[in-house]
T-cell receptor
Framework: GDSVTQMEGPVTLSEEAFLTINCTYT??????LFWYVQYPGEGLQLLLK?????DKGSNKGFEATYRKETTSFHLEKGSVQVSDSAVYFC????????????FGKGTRLHILP | NAGVTQTPKFRILKIGQSMTLQCAQD?????MYWYRQDPGMGLKLIYY???????DKGEVPNGYNVSRSTTEDFPLRLELAAPSQTSVYFC????????????FGPGTRLTVL
């Protein structure tokens, strides 16, 4: 079935470091891909998305490119801040199942000042 | 515009008790979802609704029931609470399916003892 695999956490970085959180997917056809972020004590919120191959989603300095060749949607940021500390979820919506989203297990990110 | 609201924020139940988790949205969204989030795990879909009067099971529906009598409200009922239902529950809504941005409530932390 459709699934999302993302790197295990926690990931700990110093402020201003470069961030990559890996995400790969398994799905029939070409799904829509998402990154959601969950700040401490809050619900999830959409960070960025891409709906077709080679699309790049971006928001708040974060970027992710939809790579169909490698079935990947890795999240990157050039210079992280303490305020980026959160749990990041990669997710997909299958092309023929618009009614629900499949989340990965989440990657916890700690940024040290 | 309050977005998605959930009540209560916290609740402790004894085994065998029942309760209803309330969820409401004021964005006139058609789709609504209930998820549970267990420690260190991603979100699992319990039930979802594509409109008033229409509900469907997600990945983990056993032990839960839902109803959707209005566009705004989507309560989740727990019957005969069990320790395995200890979790954080999130309600979410989207306008027109899972590829649209999902807006999450703040969550309800439920403990069953």
């Amino acid at each position: 079935g459709d699934s999302v695999t993302q790197m295990e956490g926690p990931v700990t970085l110093s402020e201003e470091a470069f961030l990559t959180i890996n995400c790969t997917y398994t799905a029939t056809g070409y799904p829509s891909l998402f990154w959601y972020v969950q700040y401490p004590g809050e619900g999830l919120q959409l960070l960025l998305k891409a709906t077709k191959a080679d699309d790049k989603g971006s928001n708040k300095g974060f970027e992710a490119t939809y790579r169909k060749e490698t079935t990947s949607f890795h999240l990157e940021k050039g210079s992280v801040q303490v305020s980026d500390s959160a749990v990041y979820f990669c997710a997909l919506v299958a092309r023929n199942r618009d009614d629900k989203i499949i989340f990965g297990k989440g990657t916890r990110l700690h940024i040290l000042p | 515009n309050a977005g998605v609201t959930q009540t209560p924020k916290f609740r402790i139940l004894k085994i065998g008790q029942s309760m209803t988790l309330q969820c409401a949205q004021d964005m006139n969204h058609n789709y609504m979802y209930w998820y549970r989030q267990d420690p260190g795990m991603g979100l699992k879909l319990i039930y979802y609704s594509v409109g008033a009067g229409i509900t469907d099971k997600g990945e983990v529906p056993n032990g839960y029931n839902v109803s959707r009598s209005t566009t705004e409200d989507f309560p989740l009922r727990l019957e005969l609470a069990a320790p395995s239902q200890t979790s954080v529950y999130f309600c979410a809504s989207s306008l027109a399916g899972a590829t649209d941005t999902q807006y999450f409530g703040p969550g309800t932390r439920l403990t069953v003892l």
